[in-house]
């Protein structure tokens, strides 16, 4: 999702907030507090519209972090990571990293996140309806909630893939053929077709003279085509990984270095020269660690001359490690699990071999070019 800020940690998952959340969160503020809230309620003092505006607002990224969290918290108990929740300019998106395994736990996790958005509306419409006589300004915060989170609900049930309802939809076809591919490509199909009556239909509102729901609109739209699309890819991808094991894609070249190298020499001497991106670290044949251009990164250039390998490497205590039977799209989730580009395949506590990102790439490519 590009820069963030983190914010802490619910149920052990990282919760973030992209930089792009700002600029929604501004106009919702000011879509309330200088329109909506004057034009229904002109009793009220200017401080009242602008406290109220921004607490509604806050509340609605609450509500869509809580849509966020039901989806994770069911990730969570099928035994499937989530890696973060980070809330942006369309929302909110949970990076879980992995597919569900069988439909059932698709359908549930799917359908959670439209069921807390029902769940608070009617938190919400409690809230308007008792608070009203009241408390006017809290009795509008709950009228607005329960209406927008109605919609959210509403809006996610959408049968289009990768929307919570084109998931519903996918793990019912799933469900009743058994055939996961397919149910996929339904869905995707489904998906991208109401991306494009959405982009279409803001195109529309904009020649209307309504420009910035137009825009809007057709900016979603946009923003849905790509998803399915990206989701589509990613099935693919699994399919053409299908039955092959990590041992299948490693290389057996695995250059070793001693810990003692200094940065600088790793990279004008090694990496510069011959092009390779990670490396074993070794000291009298007994495995150190491992290094990578990620772990470059982290070094100031000023000190590389100064850094040894051994104080840039990852231990070899808290090395990501494959089996060689480990499957092939299993070992590149869980590189996107652990925003990693390479692990070592490592059997009887010995490295055989390591297998990166540019591994299946390569093997993907030489696939398609024999057309097997």
């Known amino acids: 999702m590009g820069a963030s800020i983190h914010i802490g940690k619910i149920l052990g998952i990282p919760i973030g907030i992209n930089y792009s959340w700002f600029i929604i969160f501004v106009l919702i503020t000011l879509s309330l507090a200088v329109y909506q809230f004057p034009a229904e309620y002109p009793a009220w003092s200017r401080a009242t519209y602008w406290v109220v505006g921004i607490l509604t607002s806050l509340l ?39 597919e569900a395994t069988n439909p059932r736990t698709e359908l549930i996790m799917a359908a959670a996140g439209p069921f807390s958005s029902f769940v608070l509306a009617g938190v919400f419409y409690f809230i308007w309806l008792f608070a009203t006589p009241i408390f006017e300004p809290v009795g509008a915060l709950g009228r607005w909630l329960a209406v927008i989170n109605l919609l959210l609900g509403v809006f996610n049930l959408i049968p289009g893939f990768p929307m919570d309802g084109g998931r519903v939809l996918r793990s019912i076809l799933w469900g009743a053929s058994g055939d996961y591919r397919r149910a996929t490509e339904i869905a995707t199909y489904t998906g991208r077709g109401i991306a494009y009556l959405f982009i279409l239909g803001g195109i529309l509102i904009m020649f209307s003279g309504n420009w910035f729901n137009g825009l809007w609109l057709a900016f979603i739209g946009w923003f849905l085509e790509n998803a399915a699309s990206g989701s589509y890819r990613q099935m693919v991808l699994k399919d053409s990984l299908r039955g092959f094991k990590a041992r299948d894609l490693m290389t057996q070249e695995c250059s070793s270095i001693s810990p003692r190298l200094s940065v600088r020499d790793l990279v004008y001497e090694q990496i510069l020269p011959g092009g390779r991106r990670c490396f074993l670290v070794t000291d009298d044949a007994r495995l150190s660690g491992f290094i990578t251009l990620h772990n470059l ?76």
């Open 60 to 98: 609605f990224f609450g509500s869509i972090l809580a849509h966020e969290l039901s989806h994770s918290v069911i990730a969570i108990a099928g035994g499937i990571p989530v890696k973060s929740i980070t809330l942006f300019v369309f929302g909110g998106v949970s990076q879980i990293s992995k």
């Open 297 to 372: 990164r982290e070094v100031p250039q000023d000190r590389w001359s100064v850094t040894s390998v051994a104080e840039a490497m990852t231990p070899v205590g808290r090395l990501k490690t494959v089996a060689p039977d480990d499957e092939a799209f299993t070992v590149l989730e869980r590189m996107d699990g652990e925003d990693v580009n390479q692990m070592p395949v490592v059997e009887d506590g010995k490295v055989i071999g390591m297998i990166g990102r540019d591994n299946v790439l390569r093997f993907l490519r030489t696939r398609a070019e024999l057309g097997v």
